[in-house]
């Protein structure tokens, strides 16, 4: 019944977007250009991705569609099981020996969704700011960008809230002290991060700059990150670039003899797909945009941590 409920939800999405294609592309371009762009216009090029977006979009529903059905599922596998061990793939991606709730699938779904949304949303509405310079009229945010702050205050709580669950609950794991001042620190950076996005409460209370910010700050915010512009072309693509090599270096080659706490802190292969995609965005000249794709990675990493000592397969 569900299943039939969902063919039918996903034909009645098809159909209509296909006979309006035009007019709802025409939608979409206004609402871009009002609530999403700067200066409430795009360019002919932005214009263009969003007609070729939507048609990825009606194939994508299209595929969906034809998945939904037992026999070309079945098909699919038998082709990508000549080239692919899927029992493999299937592991590595949805496994995590160090915590007992299942969260794996719903992680890399919905890590993968997001990360190909913002990939999309940047490629065309182009750079969250405006090119930066010296001059004082530079481009604002709008309200994606503002809520896109905010991950990284949640994912200090989630450390705040491993802190607390290891001090009352587990009392007795294997070097508790020096845990907590890892999880420590890594609130306090998030915090820190959090509190450089918002510009110390300027970006939300709207507050007087001091002078020192106005003269030397490069975008004339209440921060410290700005002072040092020139350098991201160097910083941001070095970290994006060490996490995805990192990342991939600790899951294909693996130590023999890792322990459960190394296990619990490296990222899970879940976030495979946003850590290429964050990485691809550090060589660009859109540190923004890194840095949001940053704030949704941070999230992931920290609830999984909390997972993994809130509902522990094994701790040691």
């Known amino acids: 019944m569900i299943l039939k409920i969902t063919i039918f939800f996903i034909a009645s999405l098809i159909v209509p977007a296909i006979i309006f ?15 999403l762009s700067h200066d ?37 596998t038998n082709i990508l099981e000549i080239f692919i061990d899927i029992k493999s793939l299937n592991n590595f991606l949805f496994t995590d020996k160090y915590t007992v709730k299942p969260y794996t699938f719903y992680y890399f779904t919905l890590s993968s969704i997001l990360s190909i949304f913002f990939s999309v949303y940047y490629s065309i509405m182009g750079m969250t700011y405006n090119s930066i310079s010296l001059e004082s009229n530079l481009g604002g945010e709008n309200i ?29 794991v294997k070097d508790k002290n020096y845990l907590i001042s890892i999880l420590f620190i890594l609130m306090i950076l998030s915090l820190f991060i959090f509190g450089e996005e918002i510009s110390w409460g300027q970006n939300i209370f709207d507050f007087k700059v001091a002078t ?18 020139p350098f ?45 995609i964050m990485s691809s965005f550090s060589v660009t000249s859109e540190t923004e945009d890194f840095e949001q794709l940053f704030s949704i990675f941070s999230v992931f990493y920290s609830l999984r941590i909390y997972l993994c000592f809130r509902n522990p397969a094994v701790l040691n």
């Open 232 to 276: 991201f072309p160097l910083l941001y693509p070095a970290f994006g670039m060490s996490i995805t090599i990192v990342s991939l270096a600790l899951w294909f080659f693996p130590k023999t003899n890792r322990s459960t706490m190394q296990g619990i802190f490296e990222p899970h292969p879940s976030l495979i797909l946003l850590i290429l």
């Open 21 to 35: 294609f035009e007019r709802i592309a025409e939608v979409i371009v206004v609402y871009a250009e009002t609530y």
């Open 212 to 229: 020192f910010f106005v003269q030397y700050n490069i975008q004339e915010e209440t921060n410290l990150h700005n002072f040092f512009n």
């Open 144 to 172: 994606l960008e503002k809520i896109m702050q905010f991950p990284l205050l949640l994912a200090a709580i989630f450390f705040l809230l491993t802190i607390l669950h290891i001090m009352l609950y587990r009392k007795k």
């Open 40 to 76: 409430n216009k795009l360019a002919i090029s932005s214009v263009n991705s969003i007609t070729l977006y939507l048609i990825f979009f009606i194939i994508i529903l299209f595929i969906i569609f034809l998945l939904c059905f037992n026999k070309t599922r079945a098909l699919i």
